[in-house]
């Protein structure tokens, strides 16, 4: 452990706090100020916006069925357009090299996954992928399918705070504002940074050079850095070229490392912070934040631990494969962690080389259903969930009606919020059964053993949670796996979204009792250790078996010197 890495480590998390108190008071502002009934004068442009996207009376308020079939209605043009300019991309523009159109069922995957904020990647993109794809297609589906999940925490956040009302926001507005005044500003300002560090933003052809020993090699170019800045701040992760932020042309410093390990949590964590405005407590949003802020530190601490160990196999405690010497064991297992966290997919270093218990901790960070700040929105409406529960236990167990924020939980608040919580880990559980018993799914498994299975279940860990990293073990371009995963990124994003707006409207006609002696605080040091706890439990009860199967074995066959 090097002095260093605690130096970084901490002016990481401090400059992640300093950021999210400055943007957290602009983002209420601009997204979190409940505008009931009309726009005010603050939105001329995206007024204008609108009329000219949904007509003069696209801005009314919604119901959340409403709020969801827009939802949906929005989701899925984005998936067609995305569709199609794959499967016709050879003879559309901006296409330098010449690459064909892109098969039918990765276009289909790709979609799919670009429009859930996933951005599973089964294709590299410097090869698949023309300028005009990665521009139109992904680039815009980045910033598109962040300011959804936005667009959903702010309609729960309007659940909670309304009384007795029937209407949760607008879906155009809240994509609109969430688009020109938080996502844009970000990006234009990170993609201007990442220029100045080396990271290439070029409509150029690729570069043909002369190697030392002679040889030719081809150096792809494009619009990276543009893509780059709102791949993370959108927590979507899609990298630009094949091996992600582990090119030097996507993350070429560690100036630029820290820069993008920065923009993952950044707009995760302000959200928290603007919630607690939202609602009227900030104490309950800091309750919130060192709840997720403790279990990301609990996750790196052990993984760093583990990566640093002395590995019997090779007498190293610092073992450099899969990792970039540029930036170091610590740089490698941190963004292992963050980005993990936050639903955003990205790498820096392939999980898949690391040891057992150090990639066994993202797994077990999209597990718990991306709650350590996780996407934009989508981490934070996904810890509310996991909130409902915990006061409806605590209130069970005082013999009280539970309450969250002054609005009873009852009998359809739960049913909704089980179903949210459930449903992903189900499918991660099922598809990963599938993929081990059918023989078309399990020759795509690099390895054999314990590692083989962790390559499966990561895989579709990371597609249910909307995460997008993945073991590089795993040939995923196949029929099964763009079909499994496609369903899986589904269900994951939209059987999550549909219970919390179901929740948000449940909650928006309910007015609000003051707090009494028997009503559980969610503001104190005992509400964080019972959500923790609470969090813990659900994915320990799930996901403890295929865990131990998996890497726990896996980790204690290496200490016998055995690899797979």
């Known amino acids: 452990m090097k002095i260093m890495d605690i130096v970084q480590i901490s002016l990481y998390f401090g400059i992640l706090g300093i950021l999210t108190l400055l943007l957290g008071s602009y983002i209420f502002r601009v997204l979190g100020k409940d505008r009931q009934g009309a726009l005010d004068s603050f939105s001329r442009m995206d007024n204008a916006i609108l009329r000219l996207v949904v007509g003069g009376r696209g801005t009314y308020e919604m119901t959340w069925k409403e709020y969801a079939f827009s939802l949906l209605v929005f989701n899925g043009i984005g998936f067609f357009a995305l569709v199609l300019l794959q499967l016709f991309q050879a003879g559309l523009p901006l296409n330098p090299q010449k690459l064909p159109d892109v098969p039918f069922w990765l276009a289909f995957n790709t979609a799919v996954s670009f429009m859930t904020n996933t951005n599973w990647q089964a294709y590299s993109g410097e090869a698949v992928m023309s300028y005009l794809t990665q521009m139109l297609g992904l680039c815009v589906q980045n910033f598109l399918s962040a300011a959804t999940g936005m667009g959903v925490l702010l309609a729960l956040a309007r659940g909670l705070k309304r009384q007795s009302a029937k209407t949760v926001g607008n879906f155009w507005v809240d994509v609109t504002r969430t688009t020109l005044y938080v996502l844009l500003p970000l990006s234009i ?4 940074l990442l220029v100045s560090q080396g990271v290439v933003q070029s409509l150029a052809p690729y570069a043909t050079v002369k190697t030392v020993e002679g040889g030719s090699q081809v150096i792809p170019l494009g619009p990276a850095a543009s893509q780059i800045a709102i791949k993370q701040l959108g927590t979507n992760g899609g990298g630009f070229f094949g091996v992600n932020s582990a090119h030097p042309f996507e993350n070429p410093t560690p100036f630029s490392n820290f820069l993008e390990m920065l923009a993952i949590l950044l707009i995760p964590a302000v959200s928290v912070y603007m919630f607690g405005l939202m609602v009227g407590s900030r104490r309950h949003g800091a309750c919130l934040f060192a709840a997720m802020l403790a279990i990301l ?65 993202p797994m077990c960070n999209m597990m718990m259903g991306e709650i350590i700040f996780g996407g934009v929105g989508t981490g934070l409406y996904t810890m509310i969930l996991y909130v409902i529960l915990t006061v409806f236990l605590t209130g069970i167990m005082v013999g009280r009606t539970p309450e969250y924020l002054g609005k009873k939980i009852e009998a359809r608040e739960m049913i909704w919020a089980i179903i949210g919580i459930l449903l992903p880990s189900a499918v991660i559980l099922v598809g990963s059964a599938m993929a081990c018993l059918l023989p078309a799914a399990r020759s795509s498994v690099a390895n054999g053993g314990p590692h083989g299975l962790s390559e499966i279940l990561y895989a579709f860990t990371s597609a249910t949670e909307n995460n997008g990293s993945a073991f590089t073990g795993l040939n995923a371009n196949t029929v099964f796996y763009n079909l499994a995963l496609s369903v899986a990124m589904l269900i994951g994003r939209f059987g999550v979204i549909i219970p919390v707006l179901a929740i948000a409207g449940l909650l928006v006609s309910k007015k609000a009792a003051p707090p009494s002696s028997g009503t559980f605080p969610t503001t104190g040091v005992a509400f964080v250790f019972v959500l923790i706890g609470v969090i813990l439990i659900v994915g320990a009860l799930t996901f403890v078996p295929p865990l131990f199967l998996g890497p726990v074995v896996e980790h204690g066959l290496m200490l016998r010197g055995i690899t797979f």
């Open 189 to 192: 300002i990170l993609a201007v």
């Open 297 to 361: 530190l609990a996750g790196f601490i052990v993984a760093w631990w583990s990566e640093t160990r002395v590995n019997p196999m090779i007498g190293s405690p610092c073992w450099m494969e899969g990792k970039e010497i540029r930036f170091g064991v610590m740089n490698s297992v941190l963004w292992g962690c963050v980005t993990t966290g936050a639903s955003n997919g990205s790498v820096n270093a392939m999980h898949d080389s690391m040891s057992p218990l150090t990639g066994m901790i």
